[in-house]
């Protein structure tokens, strides 16, 4: 059995040369610990977003809204089962994941009230768009199911970011709408900006150094704010600035 200084060598050569590790017994304990951070975080995130839309089913302005409230909610509960599996397959309490420690691992985000339907479509816009980037970044990591598994979700999640954008500028074109829109952008744009993380934490490295991450969070904010930046302008709303967190 091979000492852990050899392991660890033997699994940065395969990673460096870009292939994908596949089995638990390839892994170091640190890469395992922070593997198992960003999945548990994702599958949380997967979960909660389910949450913060099942009253939007009966909140929705239309019966075609209430459907695709509907599937939302259903792709969320789907994309966050396809990863819990994944985290069990790992050796983790899933349940106690779910049911015990979700405050520890949940974004605050999350706890934010969605009180209006243009609260929701603006958080839809930024938060969906937000997680599309993060998950580009999983799609290409060096943990083989994970990779996987991200590339499918990574697919649906396209259709929630249209949605989003689809409502955000509907909307914001509708004079007796565009000011709630305004205020739905000043409200949910912090909150979300924050989800990133610092920037050059030694922690972030250490996932760029296993390449469970491409980027480093700031790389990730501002590639967001680019994209979205112009969509919103062309909207005719007023972008906030971008801002570090510290």
Request: glycine residues 4%.
């Amino acid at each position: 059995m091979p000492d852990s200084a050899t392991k660890e060598q033997t699994m940065i050569e395969k990673i460096q040369a870009g292939k994908k590790l596949e089995s638990p017994d390839e892994m170091t304990d640190e890469y395992r610990q922070h593997l198992l951070t960003l999945m548990i975080a994702q599958a949380d995130s997967e979960l909660a977003g389910a949450y913060g839309y099942v009253p939007w089913i009966e909140g929705a302005p239309t019966v075609a809204e209430k459907l695709a409230m509907a599937n939302i909610v259903k792709d969320e509960c789907r994309h966050a089962k396809a990863i819990y599996d994944l985290l069990e397959k790992l050796g983790a309490n899933v349940n106690k994941l779910v049911f015990e420690d979700k405050m520890k691992n949940r974004l605050k985000v999350f706890y934010e009230p969605i009180r209006t339907w243009a609260d929701l479509v603006m958080f839809n816009f930024l938060m969906d768009r937000a997680a599309g980037h993060q998950l580009h970044d999983a799609a290409e990591c060096s943990w083989g199911p994970w990779s996987r598994t991200m590339i499918e979700i990574e697919k649906e999640e396209l259709m929630h970011v249209k949605h989003g954008e689809t409502w955000v500028r509907k909307l914001a074109l509708d004079p007796k709408q565009k000011a709630d829109v305004q205020k739905a952008l000043d409200f949910w744009f912090p909150k979300v900006n924050k989800i990133f993380g610092k920037g050059e934490t030694d922690t972030n490295k250490r996932f760029r150094h296993f390449k469970l991450k491409q980027r480093d969070n700031q790389e990730v904010r501002v590639s967001w704010y680019q994209e979205i930046k112009p969509l919103l302008e062309s909207y005719e709303l007023k972008v906030p600035d971008i801002t570090v967190v510290e």
